[in-house]
C-alpha cells in the first residue's frame, strides 16, 4: 500500500514535471535564446521543485513556501509558466504565498522578539545560578543553546521554516524528507536511463 | 470584569456566607461568574454556585494561575456542566490542542477540583498519569468526569459531581477507551472516598437535587475536543507546564518518526544529535537534488524532449515514417510516449524502461499512426489502444517483480534493451 502511493506520488511528480520541462522549452523557443547548462539545470531544478511542491497541494507550509518563493523570485513573467505546470493545484499555490509572505513577516517580528527574551534569560540564569547548581545550570543551558542552533540551521533548510514553532517545524521536516526523497529517486531513475540511452 | 466583582460580593454577602479567598480567585470567579450569567444558568444554580465558590475560594487561594480557563471554571461555580462553553475559547483550545491539561478545562470544569485535591490532599491515591494516548484523545466529557471522580478531596461540591458524572460516565462507557475504563474504575473507587469525606454541608439535598438536571444537561451537551492530561505525580500541575509536557511529548514523538526516516538515526537518542543528523540528510538530499539536475541539464542539449530524446530515438528506429511523424508532430507524439513511458516505468519503483520500451516501440509502430497524435498527457488514450491492455499487464507483472527483486536487478534489463533497440536499427 505504502509503495503503491508513493509510486502515485512519483507519477503525479513525473507528470507536474514533465508539463514544466515542456512549459519551459517553449517559453525558451520563443525567445530564441539558447540555454547554458547552467540555465538547463536551473530550469530542471525547478520545475522538479514546484512540481513536488505541488503534489502536496498545499497542505504543507514548505510547499507553500517552495511555490510563493518560485513565483516570487521570477516575477511576473513567469507567473503564465507556473500557472500551467501547477495546474490544478494552483489554486492553493497561489492563495497561499501571499499568506505565507504576510505571516512569514509577522511572525519574523515575533521570533526575533522572542528571541530577545530568551537572551535576557539565559543572561539572568547564567548569572544567578551558583556552585552545584551553576554548572548544572550551564550545562543545560549550554545543551538547551545547541538545540536552539540546530533548530535554527534546520529552519533555514526547510522552505518556509523561519515561521514555524518547534512542533510544525518537525512535522514539516518529515513531511519535506519524504518528498525530497522521492523526488531523487525519480530523478535519479530519469538521469541514469538518460546516461545509458546516450551513452549507447 | 470589575462590575461583576461587587455583584458576586452581594451575593456571595446574600446568603450570608463567608467571602474567602483572594482577589485573584475573585477575578477567577468572577469570569466564570460572567460566563454563567452569559450561558444562561438556572437561578437554582447559581445560589448552588454561590455557595460552592466559597469553597472554591477557600481552597484554590492562588493555585490557579491561568486567565483563560473560566471556560472550565463556570462548571465549577455552578455545577452546571450543561452550560456551553464560548465557541471561541473552544477553538483557542482546539488550536492549542491540549485543551484541558489536566485542569479539566471542559464544560463540566473539574479543573478547580483537581486542583483542590492536590492542594489538600497530599496523599492522592491515584497517581495521575500524562499519557499522551490520553492527551491524544478529545474526549472531554467522558474523562473530565472520571478526574473529577478520582479527586479524593472531600467537598460536597464533589459530591453534586460526582453524581452526575456517574451518570454521565454511564452514558459515555460506550464510547470510551480502555485508558478512560482505568480511569473510571479508579474513579469509582475514589468515588468511595468522596463519600466518606463528605463533610456535614448544608447543601447535600440541594445537590442530589441539582444533581438530576445537571445528568440531563451534561448528556445533551458533550464537549469537544480537549486533550486530557494528568499530571505525573510529584510534577508540577500547572497548566503551563502541562502544556509544555504535552508539546514536549508531541515533538519527541515527531521525531521518532523522524528517527525511523532519516537511516543511521535510531542510535541517538538525544535531540541536539538527532537534529543534527536530520540536517545533515536533508542537506544531502538537496545536494542530491542540485546534482541530478545538473546531469540531467547536462545529458540533455534540449529541455522538454528528454523524455522525448530518451525514448524516441530507442523506440522508432523500425519505422522511418513513424520517426518522421514524430519529427513533425513531435510535441504530440513525445507526449504520448511522455504519457506513456516516463509515468508508467517511472513510476515503478526500479527502472525497467529498457526492456519495456521495446516492446512498446514495436507495438506503437504496429499500431495506426494515427493514433499517434493523441492529447497531451491524457490518461484516456490508454484505453484507446490495443496493445494498452498488454501494457498494463507489463506493468502489473514489472510491478510484482520489482518488488520481489529490487532494484539493483533492473539495472542490467536497460541494458538488454539498448541491445535490443540497436538490433532494430540494424534490422532497418
Not at chain 1, 530542471?44 to 507550509?61: E, H, P, Y
Amino acid at each position: 500500500m505504502r509503495n503503491f502511493s508513493s509510486c502515485c506520488i512519483k507519477q503525479e511528480f513525473l507528470k507536474k514535471w514533465i508539463k514544466g520541462l515542456q512549459v519551459c522549452n517553449s517559453s525558451t523557443t520563443c525567445s530564441k535564446n539558447k540555454m547554458t547548462n547552467l540555465d538547463r539545470k536551473k530550469a530542471i531544478k525547478l520545475s522538479a521543485d514546484i512540481a513536488m511542491a505541488s503534489t502536496r497541494n498545499g497542505t504543507t507550509r514548505w510547499s507553500n513556501a517552495v511555490i510563493a518563493n518560485a513565483t516570487h523570485s521570477n516575477g511576473d513573467n513567469n507567473r503564465i509558466f507556473f500557472e500551467r505546470i501547477l495546474g490544478g493545484g494552483d489554486g492553493g499555490g497561489r492563495h497561499c504565498p501571499e499568506h505565507c509572505g504576510r505571516t512569514k513577516a509577522s511572525r519574523s517580528v515575533s521570533s526575533v522578539m522572542h528571541k530577545k527574551i530568551l537572551k535576557k534569560s539565559r543572561r539572568v540564569c547564567s548569572r544567578t545560578v551558583l556552585g552545584r547548581k551553576h554548572n548544572l545550570a550551564k550545562t543545560h543551558s549550554i545543551a538547551k543553546k545547541l538545540v536552539r542552533k540546530k533548530t535554527q540551521v534546520l529552519k533555514s533548510l526547510v522552505p518556509g521554516g523561519e515561521s514555524m514553532d518547534e512542533l510544525s517545524l518537525v512535522v514539516e521536516t518529515l513531511d519535506y524528507i519524504v518528498s525530497l526523497r522521492t523526488q531523487v529517486e525519480v530523478m535519479r531513475c530519469l538521469a541514469t536511463t538518460a546516461e545509458l540511452i546516450n551513452g549507447t | 470584569m470589575n462590575r461583576a466583582l461587587p455583584e458576586m460580593l452581594n451575593c456571595m454577602n446574600a446568603p450570608g456566607t463567608i467571602i474567602a479567598g483572594n482577589c485573584t480567585d475573585m477575578t477567577v470567579m468572577e469570569r466564570q461568574r460572567d460566563r454563567m450569567k452569559w450561558q444562561k444558568c438556572d437561578h437554582h444554580d447559581q445560589q448552588q454556585q454561590q455557595i460552592q465558590y466559597n469553597f472554591g475560594g477557600s481552597e484554590l487561594g492562588g493555585v490557579f494561575s491561568l486567565p483563560i480557563h473560566a471556560q472550565g471554571f463556570h462548571g465549577f461555580l455552578g455545577g452546571n456542566p450543561a452550560v456551553k462553553p464560548d465557541p471561541s475559547s473552544e477553538n483557542r483550545w482546539a488550536e492549542l490542542g491540549f485543551g484541558s491539561c489536566g485542569l479539566v478545562l471542559n464544560n463540566n470544569g473539574t479543573a478547580g477540583l483537581e486542583e483542590m485535591g492536590n492542594v489538600l490532599n497530599n496523599n492522592i491515591s491515584k497517581t495521575f498519569s500524562c499519557s499522551p494516548a490520553v492527551a491524544a484523545e478529545k474526549r472531554s466529557s467522558d474523562t473530565v468526569l472520571s478526574q473529577k471522580l478520582s479527586l479524593p478531596a472531600g467537598k460536597e461540591s464533589f459530591k453534586k459531581r460526582k453524581a452526575d458524572e456517574v451518570q454521565s460516565n454511564k452514558a459515555a462507557t460506550a464510547e470510551s477507551d480502555s485508558t478512560e475504563k482505568r480511569m473510571k474504575s479508579c474513579a469509582e473507587e475514589g468515588d468511595s472516598k468522596i463519600t466518606e469525606q463528605i463533610s456535614t454541608k448544608n447543601n447535600n439535598k440541594e445537590s442530589s437535587a441539582d444533581t438530576s438536571r445537571d445528568n440531563s444537561k451534561a448528556s445533551e451537551v458533550q464537549k469537544p475536543d480537549y486533550i486530557h492530561v494528568r499530571a505525573r505525580r510529584g510534577q508540577a500541575t500547572d497548566s503551563h507546564s502541562l502544556a509544555e509536557r504535552v508539546r514536549r511529548e508531541k515533538i519527541s514523538e515527531r521525531m521518532k518518526y523522524l528517527q525511523d526516516l532519516v537511516p543511521g538515526c535510531n542510535k541517538i537518542t538525544g535531540k541536539a544529535g538527532m537534529l543534527e543528523e536530520i540536517i545533515n540528510y536533508v542537506q544531502s538530499l538537496q545536494r542530491q537534488v542540485e546534482f541530478l539536475s545538473m546531469k540531467l541539464a547536462a545529458v540533455n542539449p534540449r529541455l522538454d524532449f528528454n523524455i522525448d530524446d530518451l525514448f524516441a530515438k530507442e523506440m522508432f528506429p523500425t519505422c522511418g515514417a513513424n520517426f518522421q511523424t514524430i519529427g513533425m508532430s513531435s510535441e504530440m507524439t513525445n507526449s504520448a510516449y511522455l504519457q506513456l513511458n516516463p509515468m508508467q516505468r517511472l513510476a515503478s519503483c526500479g527502472l525497467d524502461m529498457g526492456l519495456n520500451s521495446t516492446d512498446l516501440a514495436l507495438r506503437r509502430t504496429i499500431s495506426a499512426p494515427g493514433s499517434i497524435p493523441e492529447p497531451f498527457l491524457d490518461t484516456s488514450c490508454f484505453t484507446q489502444d490495443q496493445p494498452t491492455a498488454i501494457w498494463d499487464a507489463d506493468l502489473q507483472n514489472i510491478f510484482n517483480v520489482e518488488f520481489q527483486q529490487g532494484r539493483s536487478s533492473f539495472q542490467s534489463q536497460p541494458f538488454t534493451g539498448s541491445i535490443e533497440g540497436s538490433n532494430l536499427k540494424m534490422e532497418m
